[in-house]
């Protein structure tokens, strides 16, 4: 029988050749908006270990050479003497480190007067409004009908430039996707604008990178890139209105909802429209739940409706009183909510 250490030597070549990358990862990224950043970040990184490699050899030749000297000299000579020529150095060193600073200095006005530059023509404008702990997003259009509100994860076109309009409902707060853009922040009573282009489909992890209260770290967003056809599609499905349930349980968990959600939440197609909380139109097909703190399945949603508090401390949802029966019935009417 194999022992555990021969197991995890046999195994050991697929290990090497796993790369775990953490989901906020930012020495690769993957948009126009920030790579200039990246590619800035690994060259200032590099001058600066080259600096400090040429003052280290400096510091060491000059001690190794005092030694040397000292062996030799006469030893009534003071320990301390001017030696001729060496002002050259100083000369010399400083013009390099004058020039290596200039350099540096026109290389980030440069990158940063080209990511602050917003596109002339975006593809899309979407408005987002951060709030303790949570991300309200309003995909804007010239079309009053085909404007939209979602929650949390923000779908857009891959190869196409995005316009993001950012305002805060109460505290400061950051707006950070590190793989397709720096950081942005939110404040109240301001609007601030930046723009991101995600040049790869995929998943894209944010983070609010200001600390904004005890939930500080449970307020997390997604960017999703489609390609342009699968974002025309999800932004079809967006733009419809729920349909009537189809079963008996649905509809009295639609009821339920009316009663004891639905001043705070909204439903694409359902009357009362609350806005204190995120949008719920189509919340079946978003990911997570609670800003990215739980995944988005019947169990977790249950749990989040029936005592927020246990989840997200702090949380500005209040626990609902319900019965187990009834739970499981608006549990059931929010997951036809596709």
């Known amino acids: 029988m194999n022992s555990p250490v021969a197991l995890l030597f046999n195994k050991l070549p697929i290990l090497l050749v796993v790369r775990v990358e953490p989901p906020m990862a930012y020495p690769r990224t993957f948009g126009p908006a920030v790579d200039p950043i990246t590619r800035l970040g690994w060259g200032l990184g590099i001058i600066s270990l080259v600096v400090i490699v040429i003052i280290g050899v400096l510091l060491l030749a000059g001690v190794l050479r005092e030694r040397v000297a000292s062996s030799a000299a006469n030893p009534h000579q003071l320990a301390v003497h001017r030696d001729a020529g060496g002002m050259a150095w100083i000369y010399v060193g400083g013009g390099i480190s004058a020039l290596v600073l200039v350099g540096c200095m026109a290389w980030t006005l440069l990158v940063t007067a080209e990511v602050t530059k917003l596109p002339s023509t975006p593809a899309l404008t979407v408005q987002v409004t951060a709030s303790q702990w949570w991300w309200s997003l309003r995909y804007l259009n010239a079309k009053p009908s085909n404007i939209f509100t979602t929650a949390n994860e923000i779908h857009i076109p891959v190869g196409q430039p995005v316009r993001f309009e950012l305002a805060s409902a109460d505290v400061i707060h950051s707006f950070w996707i590190p793989q397709l853009a720096g950081k942005m922040d939110v404040i109240p009573g301001q609007t601030n604008v930046m723009w991101l282009q995600a040049d790869q489909p995929g998943t894209y992890r944010g983070q609010c990178a200001a600390y904004c209260g005890r939930q500080h770290a449970h307020m997390a967003l997604f960017i999703v890139a489609d390609t342009p056809q699968d974002f025309a599609t999800w932004q079809d499905r967006q733009l419809t209105e729920t349909t009537a349930p189809a079963t008996e349980e649905n509809r009295r968990g639609e009821r339920i ?82």
């Not at 705070?264 to 097909?285: K, V």
């Not at 997570?288 to 019947?298: C, D, E, V």
């Not at 500005?316 to 929010?334: F, K």
Request: net charge neutral; with cysteine; charged share 10%.
């Open 257 to 338: 909802f009316q009663t004891h959600c639905a001043a705070c939440h909204t439903i694409r197609g359902m009357n009362p429209a609350g806005i204190l909380g995120p949008d719920l139109s189509h919340l079946m097909t978003r990911s997570t739940i609670a800003a990215g703190l739980l995944a988005n399945t019947p169990g977790n949603l249950a749990s989040w409706i029936s005592n927020p508090e246990s989840v997200k401390a702090g949380t500005r949802m209040p626990a609902q009183i319900l019965s187990e029966p009834d739970l499981a019935a608006v549990t059931s009417y929010l997951n036809t909510l596709h």
